[in-house]
T-cell receptor
């Protein structure tokens, strides 16, 4: 079993739709959590950190449930430009060398 | 401000050949990393350098060596390439204690 699991998708949604991705992690000692975005054939880029209380950045909302060990990302009012792969990332420690990446969920937003 | 720069962007090697992937960052970050990304798998850490003068193995170090030449540069060497090393390689950097990484554009390596 992978330490960080994501539904690979693809999720095909129309513009304007709301879409949610989930991610589960197996290491209960994990300390911090992130969503990265990766466009096709490009490098990953940090989308947002995920805090226990939940956090929002514009159309994006991230939630963390430590008890159930899952992380979610909600995208409202999807845009064509949101089409990408979304990587769930968990940090087992305090430093960057302890990051564990999920394989990613593909989102395709269609007009 | 270029961020993290990797070279080359593409490379094709024959089995047994050697090559060095170069990485440089201009953000004055202390920590640098090399990852590989394969289809259906998350990025996996090959080696990292917490600070200038130190390097440590990550999850998949076999078949690779690294050099932290100075604070800016961190190179990855394949001494004898194997088809299993066909992958996309990403260099990244961060400040210590900060989990978010800045990635380079990647190197697509094919070993035949």
């Amino acid at each position: 079993r992978k330490e960080v699991e994501q539904d690979p998708g693809p999720f095909n949604v129309p513009e304007g739709a709301t879409v949610a991705f989930n991610c589960t992690y197996s290491n209960s000692a994990s300390q911090s959590f992130f969503w990265y975005r990766q466009d096709c054939r490009k490098e990953p880029k940090l989308l947002m950190s995920v805090y226990s209380s939940g956090n929002e950045d514009g159309r994006f909302t991230a939630q963390l449930n430590r008890a159930s060990q899952y992380i979610s990302l909600l995208i409202r009012d999807s845009k064509l430009s949101d089409s990408a792969t979304y990587l769930c990332v968990v940090n087992r420690g305090e430093y960057g060398n302890k990051l564990v990446f999920g394989a990613g969920t593909i989102l395709r937003v269609k007009s | 401000n270029a961020g993290v720069t990797q070279t080359p962007k593409f490379q094709v090697l024959k089995t047994g050949q050697s090559m060095t992937l170069q990485c440089a960052q201009d953000m004055n970050h202390n920590s640098m990393y090399w990852y590989r990304q394969d289809p259906g798998m998350g990025l996996r850490l090959i080696y990292y350098s917490a600070s200038e003068g130190t390097t440590d193995k990550g999850e998949v170090p076999n078949g690779y060596n690294v050099s932290r030449l100075n604070k800016r540069e961190f190179s990855l060497r394949l001494e004898s390439a194997a088809p299993s090393q066909t992958s996309v390689y990403f260099c990244a950097s961060s400040q210590p204690g900060v989990s978010s990484l800045h990635f380079g554009n990647g190197t697509r390596l094919t070993v035949t």
